[in-house]
Structures are given as structure tokens and as C-alpha cells.
T-cell receptor
Framework: AQKITQTQPGMFVQEKEAVTLDCTYDTSDPSYGLFWYKQPSSGEMIFLIYQGSYDQQNATEGRYSLNFQKARKSANLVISASQLGDSAMYFCAMRAWDSSYKLIFGSGTRLLVRP | DTGVSQNPRHKITKRGQNVTFRCDPISEHNRLYWYRQTLGQGPEFLTYFQNEAQLEKSRLLSDRFSAERPKGSFSTLEIQRTEQGDSAMYLC?????????????FGPGTRLTVL
């Protein structure tokens, strides 16, 4: 069975500072992908960044980077230079490529950026 | 380049009534997914289509739930004899099925309230 754990229900960060959102995962599949999505109060899930299990380098996408530590089964999201518009729910998700088409989501972290 | 669209955005119904939601995926995306999200939780997978074929269904999809994608384009999700426990956000996503990530892109969701 696959599982995603996000242990931080809520986080605060000062505007322009960096913040790390934690995500650990559990799977027995050797081939998998890890995704981060942002969900503003409007409800739409916005794709942010992807990391494949065989990728040698950590993924980066603008101000987003993924700190992937395969041995520890963690895939933390780092947001640099936080902006007020970053205030939202953030979800970590996983898909095991060989066994299913579905994404398994964590329970999310609510990030609030303070001015 | 339009994203995933869902209609209606909000639906209020009385217990026991039937409701139907529609999802229009991104053009030429051959994969379509339905998820359900309750308050304070991450989305949970319901079902998946590749073109018109329904290839995967969750145990969450009880007999009262049915999904279709008759021509491999838009999809409908019907809930019969709604119950208060069906109150949730219903999210649709689509993906192209190609590339190394097969990223799922989500629509704005349909929020269902069962009175």
C-alpha cells in the first residue's frame, strides 16, 4: 500500500523568506513519481513540481524546489522568497507507475505568509 | 489553451435526490480522473478513464455512483439517492498519458452540499 504523510497541519512564514514543507512517503514500488500541488481558497489544485524516483537531481521550478531524499523516503517542498500569494494549502502526492493510475495525496499543509 | 472545466461549480440538493456533474478535460487529453475531497483532507481517488474506457475504480465508488465518458471527451459523474455523507468537493483531472510525468491537471471542482 502507498501512503503520503504530511505532519505539518499549518505553517507560518515571513514574506520574502524561505519555507520548507515536509512530506514523507511509503511504497514498495521501485518506480514512482512525487508531485506537489497548491490549493488556494478557490479550490483548484495547481500543479507545482514533479520528482521521479529515478531522477538523479532534485527538481526545481522557479521559486519551488524539491528536496528529494530517497533513502529517507522524503520529498520536501522548498519555497524561496515567499510571497503573499503563496498562502494556500499544499498537498504532496505520489503515483506508483507500475501499479495504478491514481494519485495518493497527503492531508496537506496550510501555509500562511505574513507581510 | 483552456484548462479543465467543471459544471456546476456548486450544487445544493436534498437527501435522496440524484445529481450529475460534468467535466471537460484539456483538449486531446486522453486520460480523465475523478477525485473526492472532504473538508480538511487531501483528494481521494474515485475513478479513471482512458479514452472512453473506465479502467480503474475505487472502493469509495459505491453502487450509487456512476461515471461515464461516452465519446472519450467530457465525462459525467452521477450520484443517485444522495446522502449527507456525499457532501464534498468533487474534482476532475486530466492528463495526456505521454511524457515521463503524466501530470494530472485539475479543474476548479464541484462543491456538493446535501441537506
Amino acid at each position: 500500500a502507498q501512503k503520503i504523510t504530511q505532519t505539518q497541519p499549518g505553517m507560518f512564514v515571513q514574506e520574502k523568506e524561505a519555507v520548507t514543507l515536509d512530506c514523507t512517503y511509503d511504497t514498495s514500488d521501485p518506480s514512482y513519481g512525487l508531485f506537489w500541488y497548491k490549493q488556494p481558497s478557490s479550490g483548484e489544485m495547481i500543479f507545482l513540481i514533479y520528482q521521479g524516483s529515478y531522477d538523479q537531481q532534485n527538481a526545481t521550478e522557479g521559486r519551488y524546489s524539491l528536496n528529494f531524499q530517497k533513502a529517507r523516503k522524503s520529498a520536501n517542498l522548498v519555497i524561496s522568497a515567499s510571497q503573499l500569494g503563496d498562502s494556500a494549502m499544499y498537498f504532496c502526492a505520489m503515483r506508483a507507475w507500475d501499479s495504478s493510475y491514481k494519485l495518493i495525496f497527503g492531508s496537506g499543509t496550510r501555509l500562511l505568509v505574513r507581510p | 489553451d483552456t484548462g479543465v472545466s467543471q459544471n456546476p461549480r456548486h450544487k445544493i440538493t436534498k437527501r435522496g435526490q440524484n445529481v450529475t456533474f460534468r467535466c471537460d478535460p484539456i483538449s486531446e487529453h486522453n486520460r480523465l480522473y475523478w477525485y473526492r475531497q472532504t473538508l480538511g483532507q487531501g483528494p481521494e481517488f474515485l475513478t479513471y478513464f482512458q479514452n472512453e474506457a473506465q479502467l480503474e475504480k475505487s472502493r469509495l465508488l459505491s453502487d450509487r455512483f456512476s461515471a461515464e465518458r461516452p465519446k472519450g471527451s467530457f465525462s459525467t459523474l452521477e450520484i443517485q439517492r444522495t446522502e449527507q455523507g456525499d457532501s464534498a468537493m468533487y474534482l476532475c483531472a486530466s492528463s495526456s498519458g505521454g511524457g515521463s510525468t503524466d501530470t494530472q491537471y485539475f479543474g476548479p471542482g464541484t462543491r456538493l452540499t446535501v441537506l
